[in-house]
Every structure is written in structure tokens, then in C-alpha cells.
T-cell receptor, first 115, second 112 residues
Framework: EAGVVQSPRYKIIEKKQPVAFWCNPI?????LYWYRQNLGQGPELLIR????????DSQLPKDRFSAERLKGVDSTLKIQPAELGDSAVYLC?????????????FGPGTRLTVL | DQQVKQNSPSLSVQEGRISILNCDYT??????FLWYKKYPAEGPTFLIS?????DKNEDGRFTVFLNKSAKHLSLHIVPSQPGDSAVYFC???????????FGQGTTLQVKP
């Protein structure tokens, strides 16, 4: 069974440019998460989707970040415009459903460098 | 406000010996705890978990211990193998939010 797929794996952009990350979760997983991992830190949740509905986006910087999960399958996270402090690894994860015992499976992440 | 802390950035052990990774938390509402392992250029993978109603959970070479009064959990790997070399993240969640809060990670190196 294929795992969580993310693209691109690496992205280098100049500040003020837009960037987008794509995620395809494990088939059948209703819950999708976007995390940001800064250097030397653990992942931090940005947004959680239940099917196509964003149910927890309290940590998403809404002035420049947006996300969507059309049709409740794959998802896109966008930053516009990017700032130097956005350099990080952006991880997508999915789980069968939402619950503390539902294992979250992570993709390999997209490493973003903003120059 | 770091609710989950892994105070040791790195740990080095000899192959065959025990590895002990530690994690402390501050939120008494946390009732489920997990350990994830991460290799370079890969996403974290689930390793083992424990509910707050237990104080120990074992899976092969991996055992997690939970001390609720001290708000402390630890991961024991016995015996350690070179393939265990990775970054280990402790994470915690509570039943209300279900949100995973991760520690900063500990890099384990197992020397042959």
C-alpha cells in the first residue's frame, strides 16, 4: 500500500514569492494534517481536515497561508508571499479518522528554503 | 510554552546496550503518549504508544514507561542496534483536542 505522497520534496524560492505544496494521503484516510517542522524542533500542527472540511486551523497564519482539500482526498498548502521565517519542512500526515488512538502516517515532507 | 520537552538533544550508545530516551510534559490533561522515529529525508514513523491508564507498554525491543505523577515518560530500546540510529520524537495528546504535541526530538546514535 502506498504511503503519504508529497511533492515537491525540495523547494528554494526568494522571499515574497508564492509557493505551493501538494499531498496525497493514504487511500481511505479521512483525516489529513499539515505540519510545519522548524530546524531542531518537532512538528507543529498547522491545519487538520476531516474529509474536505478544515476543522482545526487555529495555528495556520491566515494572512499568508491557505489550504484546501477538494473532494476530501488530496490537499494543497500555499504560502503567499513567503517570508524568510517560513523556511522549514512541511509535513503532511493522514489517519483513518480523528481520534487520539488513530495512528498518523507522515509523508517525507517538503523542505522549503526562502532566500 | 513547550508542553512536551526532550531535554537531551542527542544520545550515543554501543550496539547491544540499552538506549533510554526521556520526555517530560507539563499538561496534566494529556492522556495518550506516543514515540515516533525519523530517519533523514523521511517523515516520522509511529513506533509505540501508551495510554495514561497504563504505566508500561512493550513491543519487541521497545518499551515505553509512563510516570504520571512525575509527568515523565521514557523509551527503552534493548538491545540497541545500528539501524535504530535516528531522531526520536515524543508526542502527547488529550482526548478533548486530539492534537499531537511533539517534543524537540533526540538524536540516537548506536555505534557498532
Amino acid at each position: 500500500e502506498a504511503g503519504v505522497v508529497q511533492s515537491p520534496r525540495y523547494k528554494i524560492i526568494e522571499k515574497k514569492q508564492p509557493v505551493a505544496f501538494w499531498c496525497n494521503p493514504i487511500s481511505g484516510h479521512n483525516t489529513l494534517y499539515w505540519y510545519r517542522q522548524n530546524l531542531g524542533q518537532g512538528p507543529e500542527l498547522l491545519i487538520r481536515y476531516e474529509n474536505e472540511e478544515a476543522v482545526d486551523d487555529s495555528q495556520l497564519p491566515k494572512d499568508r497561508f491557505s489550504a484546501e482539500r477538494l473532494k476530501g482526498v488530496d490537499s494543497t498548502l500555499k504560502i503567499q508571499p513567503a517570508e524568510l521565517g517560513d523556511s522549514a519542512v512541511y509535513l503532511c500526515a493522514s489517519s483513518l479518522s480523528w481520534g487520539i488512538t488513530d495512528t498518523q502516517y507522515f509523508g517525507p515532507g517538503t523542505r522549503l528554503t526562502v532566500l | 510554552d513547550q508542553q512536551v520537552k526532550q531535554n537531551s538533544p542527542s544520545l550515543s550508545v554501543q550496539e547491544g546496550r540499552i538506549s533510554i530516551l526521556n520526555c517530560d510534559y507539563t499538561n496534566s490533561m494529556f492522556d495518550y503518549f506516543l514515540w515516533y522515529k525519523k530517519y533523514p529525508a523521511e517523515g516520522p514513523t509511529f513506533l509505540i504508544s501508551i495510554s495514561s491508564i497504563k504505566d508500561k507498554n512493550e513491543d519487541g525491543r521497545f518499551t515505553v514507561f509512563l510516570n504520571k505523577s512525575a509527568k515523565h515518560l521514557s523509551l527503552h530500546i534493548v538491545p540497541s542496534q545500528p539501524g535504530d540510529s535516528a531522531v526520536y520524537f515524543c508526542a502527547a495528546s488529550d482526548s478533548n483536542t486530539g492534537k499531537l504535541i511533539f517534543g524537540q526530538g533526540t538524536t540516537l546514535q548506536v555505534k557498532p
